[in-house]
């Protein structure tokens, strides 16, 4: 029985140990990113990209719009074959518009991820070489929107060396 106490008197001391050798640092990943000039070029890009599709979709909606003003005021004269051919046309110029706005959205969260990867690999791939550079043994993000650290007293704020490596000002 005393030997069991004793092992486990030493494990927990020697886990203690180890845990209160390890360096941990954190790091504000959302403020990094902000402060990457990378990340500012895309974001240009990218709205330039959103603002295209929506124009594309405004042209489409005017263009139903039109379509149907053209189709009101003409309909009295129109044989009932013209109007149901009308209609039928009016009605998949609409379905064409909704796939469009749906599939737009769905093109502009793709060209966010094809802009901001490179980015974020590169953050990430700086902050790794800082904290093996550095000795650290964890790193955590410390971004209020990540909420992963709620106190951070002695850990090391890391966000000076990723920007030196970085040469971010």
Do not use: C, W
Not at 34 to 59: H, I, N, S, V
Not at 107 to 125: G, N
């Amino acid at each position: 029985m005393k030997k069991a106490l004793l092992a486990l008197a030493l494990f927990v001391g020697t886990a203690s140990i180890a845990i209160a050798q390890q360096k941990i640092g954190h790091i504000n990943a959302d403020e990094l990113l902000q402060l990457m000039p990378e990340t500012k070029k895309a974001q240009t890009e990218l709205e330039t990209y959103g603002r295209q599709l929506e124009k594309d979709l405004t042209d489409m909606e005017t263009e139903l719009q039109n379509k149907i003003d053209s189709f009101r005021a003409n309909e009295k004269m129109m044989t009932t074959l013209a109007r149901e051919t009308k209609t039928k046309e009016l009605q998949e110029l609409q379905m064409r518009i909704q796939e469009y706005s749906q599939r737009a959205q769905q093109d502009l969260q793709q060209k966010q991820v094809e802009l901001l990867t490179p980015v974020i690999e590169r953050a990430t791939t700086a902050v790794q070489e800082v904290a093996k550079e550095n000795g650290f043994s964890y790193i955590l993000d410390s971004s209020p929107s990540k909420a992963v650290v709620v106190f951070a007293e002695n850990g090391e704020d890391i966000m000076p060396m990723v920007k030196a490596k970085l040469a971010i000002q």
